[in-house]
C-alpha cells in the first residue's frame, strides 16, 4: 500500500500552462458561442445544446483543472510553505476568472420567466438536468447581476478565505515537547484522550497554551468573517443566516429545523452518556478537554496496515464494489496516512472534477478511534466514485446527506469488532459507540445552534469581543455535556480552533447524515439484500432532492418521528451499555 499522494497522474496530460491554455480555449468557445444567443432561454432542444457543452466543461475542464486541484492538495500537507501558497492563489485568481466568464450562463437561466421555468422542467429533452434546473431556479431570486458576482467572486480570499487560512495555518505551525518527545499540532490534539493521565495532562496544557496564544488574532478573525457573511447575506436577500446553506444543500429548512429540535429536546441522552462514562472512569468531574477520552483497551494492533485489512473485510462483506474501491485507493496513492508538521490537522475526502482521482486525507496515529476515521472517509470516497455514473451537473451529493456514506461504513466497522470481542471489549467498543454517536448528533447540532446564536448576536452588536463568543460556546456545549463537566477556560475557546464553524452552518449535515444512515443500517441488518437500495442511494448525487430520493425508498425525512426513531436506538445502545456496565460490576 501506498501511504502518500501520489499526485503525478494531476501533473500528466502536459505542462500546467498548457491546460491553462486549454482550459482557456474551451471556455472561449462557450463563451463565444452563448453570451450572445439568447435561443437557449427560449427553446428546450437547444438549451439541451447548451447544457450539454456546460456539462462538459464541468466535468473536464472548470474548478481551476488539474493545477488547482494539484496546487491545494499540496497546501494541506504543508501549510507554511510560502512558495506553495504563492503558486496555489495565483491558480486561484484563475479559477476564479474563468468562472466569472461562465457566470453569465447560469444567471441568465435563473432570471427567465415563471412560464418558460415550468416548460424546461416538463420538457422531455431536458429530463437528465430536471433537478439541476430545479435548484438553480429557486436559488435565482438570490443570484445578483454579472458584474456584482464577480465582484462577490473576487472579494471571497481578502474577505473569507486568508483569514480562516491564516489562523488555520498558525495552528498547524505549532509543536511541543511531550515525555521528551517533541509532537506536532494534530498529535497533542489526539494524546489529549489518552489514557495515561500524566501524558493527557501534558498534552491538554501544552494545547490550551498553543490555543490561547491565538485567542486575540481568532476575535478578529471570526468577526471579519462574520461582517463578510452578514453582508453577503443582505445583499443576496437571504432573511436568516443559515438559509443560504439550506438552499446549497437542497433541503428545506423546516427538515432542518425539525432535526434540531428532536436533538435538543433528548439532550438528556448525551448527558446521561457521559454521566455513565464518569463512573466507568472513576471521575467526579469532567474538563472539557477530557470529552473524548479513551475508556480502556479492545485487543489488537491498530497500526495502519492491521487497520486497513479489517476495514477491506468489512467493505467486502458488505458489497465487493466497496472494498474493490479501497484496494484501488490504497495501490494507487490516494490516501495521505500519517500526520506531519504543517499538514493540515483532522481528515477529509475531496474531488473536484469527474474525471479527476478522488483524495482522502487521515492522520492516522495508531488509535481504535483512528480505525473508525478510515472507515468514514473511504465512505464519502466509495460514495464520491458511485456518483460518477451520474452527468458532471449531478455529481455532488448536498451536505444535507454527505455523511450518511460516511457514518454507515464507520459502523458496520464497528459491528465487526463486537463479533470477536469479551464482554469487557463490548462495554468498552459500545462506549466508544456511544461517544461516536453523541459527537456526531449532539456535540454537532449544539454547535449549529451556537452558530445560529453567534450570527445572530453578532448583527445586533456589530462586533463580539473572545469573552461574549466564548460565554455563547460554554452555554451550547453544556446543553448536551450535562453538569458532569466543569466550565472552565477549555471550554471556552472551544470555538478558536473548530474549523467547521467557518464552513458555515455544516455541522447539521453530521446528525443529519447519521440518523439517515441508522435507517438504511437497519434495512440491510434485516436483510444483506438491501445493500442494493444503499449502493442506488449512493450513486444518486445531486439528480434529485435527498428528500425525494428518500421518498423513493420508503424513508420520509421531513417527519419529526423519522428523527425520533433514529434518536431512540442511540437511547437503546444506551441503556444496554448500562445494563452491561451493571453486569461487569463496573457501576
Known amino acids: 500500500m ?11 496530460g502536459g505542462s500546467f500552462e498548457g491546460k491553462r491554455e486549454e482550459i482557456e480555449s474551451q471556455v472561449r468557445e462557450f463563451v463565444e458561442r452563448w453570451r450572445g444567443d ?53 491558480v486561484d ?56 458576482e464577480k465582484i462577490m467572486s473576487l472579494k471571497s480570499s481578502s474577505s473569507y478565505e ?30 489529549m484522550d489518552s489514557q495515561d493521565k500524566k501524558l493527557r495532562e501534558e498534552a491538554v496544557k501544552a494545547f ?29 436577500g437571504y432573511g436568516r443566516a443559515d438559509q443560504e446553506r439550506h438552499l446549497q444543500d437542497d433541503i428545506d429548512t423546516k427538515v432542518v429545523d425539525s432535526l434540531v429540535r428532536s436533538v435538543s429536546d433528548r439532550s438528556d441522552i448525551s448527558r446521561r452518556f457521559y454521566a455513565l462514562k464518569a463512573k466507568l472512569l472513576g471521575f467526579e468531574k469532567f474538563t472539557y478537554s477530557e470529552r473524548s477520552m479513551e475508556f480502556g483497551n479492545v485487543s489488537g494492533r491498530w497500526d495502519y496496515d492491521n487497520s486497513a485489512k479489517m476495514i477491506k473485510k468489512v467493505f467486502s462483506d458488505l458489497d465487493g464494489k466497496f472494498s474493490e474501491i479501497f484496494e484501488e485507493f490504497s495501490k494507487e496513492g490516494k490516501i495521505e496516512v500519517f500526520p506531519k508538521k504543517g499538514k493540515r490537522d483532522g481528515a477529509f475526502c475531496v474531488n473536484l472534477l469527474k474525471r479527476q ?54 459502523d458496520f466497522v464497528l459491528e465487526e469488532l463486537l463479533k470477536t470481542a469479551s464482554d469487557e471489549e463490548k462495554l468498552v467498543l459500545r462506549v466508544q459507540k456511544l461517544q461516536e454517536d453523541v459527537q456526531t448528533i449532539f456535540r454537532q447540532v449544539s454547535c449549529y445552534r451556537f452558530e445560529q ?3 445572530e448576536q453578532f448583527r445586533k452588536k456589530g462586533y463580539l469581543s473572545k469573552e461574549d463568543i466564548g460565554k455563547m460556546f460554554s452555554e451550547e456545549m453544556k446543553i448536551y455535556l450535562g453538569e458532569i463537566f466543569e466550565e472552565g477556560k477549555d471550554m471556552e475557546n472551544g470555538w478558536i480552533y473548530w474549523p467547521h464553524i467557518r464552513d458555515y452552518f455544516y455541522v447539521y449535515s453530521y446528525a443529519s447524515g447519521l440518523l439517515i444512515s441508522k435507517a438504511l443500517q437497519k434495512l440491510v441488518k434485516k436483510d444483506r439484500k438491501e445493500i442494493e437500495k444503499v449502493k ?52
Do not use: C
Not at 172 to 190: C, G, N, P, T
Not at 213 to 229: F, M, P, Q, R, S
Not at 363 to 386: C, F, S
Open 453 to 455: 446564536k453567534l450570527h
Open 162 to 191: 486568508f483569514w480562516i487560512n491564516m489562523l488555520s495555518g498558525f495552528l498547524s505551525k505549532e509543536e511541543a515537547v511531550l515525555k521528551m518527545d517533541k509532537k506536532s499540532y494534530s498529535e497533542i490534539r489526539s494524546l
Open 208 to 236: 490550551n497554551k498553543i490555543v490561547m496564544k491565538y485567542e486575540d488574532v481568532a476575535e478578529i478573525e471570526i468577526n471579519a468573517i462574520l461582517e463578510d457573511k452578514k453582508a453577503n447575506d443582505e445583499l443576496r
Open 38 to 90: 439568447e435561443s437557449h432561454l427560449e427553446n428546450p432542444e437547444t438549451l439541451k445544446k447548451a447544457l450539454d457543452e456546460f456539462e462538459n466543461l464541468a466535468a473536464n475542464y472548470l474548478e481551476g483543472g488539474d493545477e488547482y486541484y494539484y496546487f491545494w492538495l499540496k497546501k494541506q500537507i504543508d501549510q507554511n510553505d510560502a512558495e506553495l501558497k504563492a503558486k496555489f492563489n495565483k
Open 536 to 587: 442506488d442511494f449512493l450513486s444518486e448525487g445531486s439528480s434529485d432532492s435527498p428528500k425525494n430520493i428518500f421518498s423513493k425508498m420508503g424513508v420520509d425525512i421531513s417527519a419529526k418521528e423519522f428523527w425520533n426513531a433514529g434518536l431512540d436506538e442511540v437511547e437503546n445502545l444506551l441503556n444496554e451499555t448500562e445494563n452491561l456496565a451493571k453486569k461487569l460490576g463496573k457501576i
Open 357 to 410: 482521482p478522488v483524495f482522502v486525507m487521515l492522520n492516522h496515529t495508531d488509535r481504535l478511534k483512528d480505525v473508525l476515521t478510515i472507515a468514514h472517509e473511504m465512505g464519502h470516497a466509495i460514495n464520491a466514485e458511485l456518483m460518477k455514473k451520474n452527468n458532471a451537473l449531478s455529481i455532488e451529493s448536498p451536505k444535507s446527506t454527505a455523511e450518511v456514506a460516511s457514518t454507515f461504513m464507520e
Open 2 to 12: 501506498k501511504k502518500e499522494w501520489d499526485l503525478s497522474v494531476l501533473e500528466k
Open 93 to 148: 485568481s484563475f479559477k476564479k476568472k474563468i468562472s466569472n466568464e461562465l457566470n453569465f450562463f447560469e444567471i441568465n437561466l435563473s432570471k427567465i420567466s415563471n412560464e418558460k421555468r415550468e416548460e424546461f422542467l416538463k420538457a422531455e429533452a431536458l429530463k437528465d438536468y430536471r433537478h439541476f434546473l430545479e435548484r438553480l431556479f429557486i436559488r435565482g431570486e438570490h443570484i445578483l447581476g454579472e458584474k456584482e
